[in-house]
T-cell receptor
Framework: EPEVTQTPSHQVTQMGQEVILRCVPI?????FYWYRQILGQKVEFLVS????????KSEIFDDQFSVERPDGSNFTLKIRSTKLEDSAMYFC???????????FGSGTRLTVV | GENVEQHPSTLSVQEGDSAVIKCTYS??????FPWYKQELGKRPQLIID?????GEKKDQRIAVTLNKTAKHFSLHITETQPEDSAVYFC???????????FGTGTQLKVEL
């Protein structure tokens, strides 16, 4: 069964540093998403991406965040200057437009120290 | 925007009993309601979903019911087993590539 792949699985970074989280969505999927889950809390929507542009973003997705699909297969989330409160599990997801089945990646645990 | 509320936050049952988790949503345009099971440190795993043109769906020990008028949907697990212990999240979406809005989660513990 096709999978959404995320790297790295765990990243520790110093406060103020930039991080890039990487995702490889399922090849024939057209919508891509980033979600965040702070430990012990619910999964929160960050941003959706379709046709090489952001289709929707949440209030969490401020100017410190950006997304990119640099090469037609990878889908990245960049946090420019990390804060302690950015510590969370970040999940990438993808979906075909004609289907309702979201496929989640295994997540990247980001720890900001 | 959409708001999804989920109850209870914790649920403890004896093995073999049934468990019911309830969610309400606010946006009448939502038409897709999945349920996810999440084990500690893992990704959410889809266990069952329902679309708004259906009132009930069943898959072995798991069933979901939807009341569009009242804007609520429920997960029913029968004959619970220890391996059912996990956090369960409901979610809602308008479909067609729109985002999922998640509930706050229910920690289910199945005791021997």
């Amino acid at each position: 069964e096709p999978e959404v792949t995320q790297t790295p699985s765990h990243q520790v970074t110093q406060m103020g540093q930039e991080v890039i989280l990487r995702c490889v969505p399922i090849s024939n999927h057209l919508y891509f998403y980033w979600y965040r889950q702070i430990l012990g809390q619910k999964v929160e929507f960050l941003v959706s991406f379709y046709n090489n542009e952001i289709s929707e973003k949440s209030e969490i997705f401020d100017d410190q965040f950006s997304v990119e699909r640099p090469d037609g297969s990878n889908f990245t989330l960049k946090i420019r200057s990390t804060k302690l409160e950015d510590s969370a599990m970040y999940f990438c997801a993808s979906i075909q437009t004609w289907s309702y089945g979201y496929t989640f990646g295994s997540g990247t645990r980001l720890t900001v120290v | 925007g959409e708001n999804v509320e989920q109850h209870p936050s914790t649920l403890s049952v004896q093995e073999g009993d049934s468990a019911v988790i309830k969610c309400t949503y606010s946006d009448s345009a939502s038409n897709y309601f999945p349920w996810y099971k999440q084990e500690l440190g893992k990704r959410p795993q889809l266990i069952i979903d329902i679309r708004s043109n259906v009132g009930e769906k069943k898959d072995q020990r798991i069933a979901v019911t939807l009341n569009k008028t009242a804007k609520h949907f429920s997960l029913h697990i029968t004959e619970t087993q220890p391996e059912d212990s996990a956090v369960y999240f409901c979610a809602a979406s308008k479909g067609g590539g729109n985002k999922l809005t998640f509930g706050t989660g229910t920690q289910l513990k199945v005791e021997l």
